[in-house]
């Protein structure tokens, strides 16, 4: 926990650190003041084709320009910003930021992937609300795809669905995000409309490692049940060309990890 002696009193800590209630007051009242200067801005990090290492689209990830601390990742703040409310706020803005930034990206075709927070979908209008962000910003919803994860599926499955179906209609097609962490079972997520499932980075990380075996076969039937039913895999966390091979001779199409591109600022991939 970082504590600033004298004016500024500046609190950032990690999930993980014990917090104290005066530390998330502290790191509220940043967030707020965050919100007002818009200092939330989108970085990007390529999907690839495993083949060729090709990007097929980047991913929108939410960094914070903090303004004495430089650029913060979201765990330094992202689960404070749910629980005092402020994440759909800040959403917004890094959504916002994020088409805009992002038309340059797409124009050879493409897309660009928006990490969405479950109580989003408490909202029955939030695929309208997305879609005006994306007639303001002069983004084609075409190239626009949502990360959700397992729990918001499991939220209010009926309600998630018809959201997920609507944005499908104005082509605004959906990935679930850190597949295989969650509680759902493969056997699920035939319900939702999906057009991608991301293999979490843990599954990826113990590709040729001791728990290789396991892991390989986690990964082929995730791989077998999303191929038979027309949807696309991404394995997450790739750092290694020896896990990209492995991932190509199981027959993983897409990618994404450090071994192809970090989050960058947009102007890093051409934005
Ligand atoms: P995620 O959506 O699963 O994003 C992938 C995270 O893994 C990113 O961390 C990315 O930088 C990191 N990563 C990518 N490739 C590798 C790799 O090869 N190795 C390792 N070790 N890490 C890799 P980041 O940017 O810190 O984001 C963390 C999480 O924050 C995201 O996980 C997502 O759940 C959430 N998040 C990011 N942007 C937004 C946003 O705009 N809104 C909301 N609500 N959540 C967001
Ligand atoms: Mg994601
Ligand atoms: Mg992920
Ligand atoms: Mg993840």
Same mark, same amino acid.
């Given at each position: 926990r970082a504590k600033g002696a004298g004016r500024a009193r500046h609190v950032l800590f990690d999930d993980s650190l014990q917090r104290q209630a005066t530390d998330v007051l502290a790191l509220e009242h940043e967030l707020r003041a965050a919100l007002a200067n818009e200092e939330f801005e989108p970085y990007f990090q390529p999907l690839v084709r495993l083949g060729d290492t090709r990007a097929i689209g980047y991913e929108a990830l939410i960094r914070w320009r903090h303004p004495e601390r430089g650029i913060l990742t979201p765990d330094k703040f992202l689960s404070v910003a749910e629980e005092c409310g402020l994440i759909e706020a800040i959403d917004w803005q890094m959504y916002r930021a994020a088409c805009a930034a992002a038309i340059p990206l797409v124009k050879d075709g493409g897309f660009i992937t928006l990490n969405i927070s479950p109580l989003h979908f408490q909202h029955d209008d939030f695929d309208e609300r997305l879609l005006k962000v994306t007639t303001e910003t002069g983004f084609d919803p075409k190239n626009l795809r949502i990360e959700v994860t397992e729990g918001t599926l499991l939220g209010d499955p009926e309600a998630v669905a018809r959201i997920l179906d609507r944005l499908r209609v104005a082509c605004v097609e959906a990935a679930l995000d850190d597949?295989?962490?969650? &509680? +759902? +079972?493969?056997? &699920?997520?035939?319900r939702f409309p999906l057009k991608m499932i991301k293999i979490d980075r843990s599954f990826v990380d113990s590709l040729g490692g001791d728990r290789s075996q396991r892991s390989s076969a986690v990964v082929g039937a995730i791989l077998a049940l999303a191929h038979s039913l027309g949807i696309e895999v991404v394995a997450e966390g790739i750092e290694t060309e020896m896990q990209r091979q492995a991932l190509v001779a199981m027959g993983c199409v897409y990618g994404q990890g450090f071994l192809f591109g970090r989050p960058q600022e947009p102007a890093h991939y051409g934005g």
């Open positions: 597949f295989g962490t969650g &509680y +759902s +079972s493969l056997g &699920y997520v035939h």
